[in-house]
């Protein structure tokens, strides 16, 4: 064989032209694409990604519409027959209740602050679009919001934490009979209404947007209506938050959350979990409010009211009359007949709190102390609660509580057995008074 003859053994003519490949280096070529090709499939499917998709699958339920909120949220309209809470296993059996059996007029939407303030709050995601009926608004969860989660299986709960002993009764580990808890990495403003069966209370939330200054931080102004079982608390939560953990920004959001167990392993925010039944179209649990109060300025309310139907079903309220949803019946036991406390208030979660300097410098409410009042603390106004006699009411007895003053203050400046007005908040970290 001649030289040009070997030469042309050696190469394998591919495709048309000039362009020859040697048949070694296309090999090398394709095995080097093959393993490049394993690597990504390893990498797309590794048991977290698995665990994710699977996550927002139970998550994210099939849409019948999608909205593209101006604010980053993707809202997914999803059939209210399929939404998440349905499959709850206490709910297997469970028939949606469209309207609450009953319709509470307000006796007052006066805040007992001032006549200048303003109710006129609303979810910036509705300006992009609304939802079909039959179907319920669901802020659509992604992959990123549960990389920030502690683990997949408390995505969308309040940290697990230890108690402390109570200051109202120092003899008890847990709570006391008041249904209060001393959570080590929580401080709160509170107004406190006890030793009573409640089935109802309500409030008008001034709306605020304090800053939130660690990762893990989040703040809140709600209320919570609770009663003991056992050794737990049960609640249920409803009001604003500020939760770049939960939500991956700093925007003051209206949130719900449940628990059965002190927060231990029942209940989340929203629509996290199975829980939570949502009947209303036009609201969605998480979303971001708008517009926001500012100091010396134009201050701005949302609404707020939790009742307990003939059915033993806590519905959520807002603007008085618009039912949102509720908390079916079969998630709860003593909390199923009533509740035994109420609280209304601001709360901080941090594991800068309650411990050694330097404080958390996250905010409550607006950021300034209660002493400071309107239009520059944060405030409840209207405070009303419902017992057996099924009439709305301000509470006759009331008590405050703060549970680092020097940090976070509080103050109803009601006389006794009048309609409170109550102010709460504060900075967090102070050089002077909370370093």
């Known amino acids: 064989m001649s030289a040009s003859q070997k030469k042309r053994s050696r190469y394998q003519q591919v495709g048309m032209g000039k362009y020859k490949v040697p048949i070694l280096l296309l090999c090398v070529f394709f095995n080097l694409c093959t393993i490049l090709e394993l690597k990504v499939d390893a990498r797309t499917y590794s048991p977290l990604e698995r665990e994710i998709e699977a996550k927002l699958k139970l998550l994210n339920k099939p849409a019948v519409k999608s909205i593209r909120s101006e604010d980053g949220d993707i809202i997914d309209c999803v059939s209210i027959y399929n939404q998440p809470s349905l499959d709850h296993p206490a709910l297997k059996n469970h028939s949606i209740r469209m309207v609450p059996d009953f319709l509470l007029e307000s006796q007052s939407s006066s805040t007992g602050v001032t006549s200048n303030s303003s109710s006129d709050v609303f979810q910036t995601w509705t300006k992009s679009g609304s939802c079909p009926e039959e179907t319920v608004p669901i802020r659509r969860i992604r992959k990123e919001d549960l990389l920030r989660a502690v683990s997949l299986d408390r995505f969308g709960q309040k940290p697990l934490e230890l108690f402390v002993n109570s200051t109202y009764n120092t003899n008890l580990n847990f709570h006391n009979l008041d249904g209060f808890v001393n959570l080590k990495n929580r401080a709160d403003a509170l107004l406190m209404a006890y030793a009573f069966n409640f089935i109802g209370a309500q409030a008008n939330i001034n ?22 079982n056992g050794d737990n608390l049960e609640s249920v939560e409803a009001g604003w938050t ?48 708008a517009p926001i109060s500012i100091p010396f300025g134009q201050q701005y309310e949302i609404n707020v009211g939790i009742f307990q139907d003939n059915n033993q079903n806590w519905w959520l309220k807002i603007k008085n009359n618009i039912p949102v949803g509720y908390w079916p019946a079969e998630l709860f036991g003593n909390l199923k007949h009533s509740a035994t406390t109420v609280q209304w208030g601001g709360q901080v979660f941090s594991y800068a709190v309650k411990t050694k300097p330097p404080h958390t410098g996250t905010q409550m409410g607006s950021g300034e102390e209660a002493y400071n009042k309107y239009k520059h603390a944060c405030y409840m106004g209207a405070v009303r609660i419902k017992d057996y006699s099924q009439a709305l009411k301000y509470p006759q007895f009331v008590t405050t509580h703060a549970g680092e003053p020097e940090c976070y203050s509080a103050l109803n400046i009601a006389p006794y057995g009048k309609d409170p007005v109550f102010f709460f908040g504060g900075a967090g970290r102070q050089p002077r008074y909370c370093p």
């Open 207 to 228: 709306v605020w947007n304090p800053k939130v200054e660690k990762p893990e931080d989040f703040t809140t102004a709600q209320m919570w209506l609770k009663a003991t």
């Open 242 to 289: 500020v939760n770049p953990k939960l939500y991956g920004d700093h925007k003051t959001r209206f949130f719900v959350y449940w628990t059965k167990d002190t927060y231990k392993s029942t209940g989340c925010f929203d629509l996290t979990c199975k829980g939570f039944v949502q009947t209303n179209k036009d609201v969605a649990l998480g979303a971001i409010l």
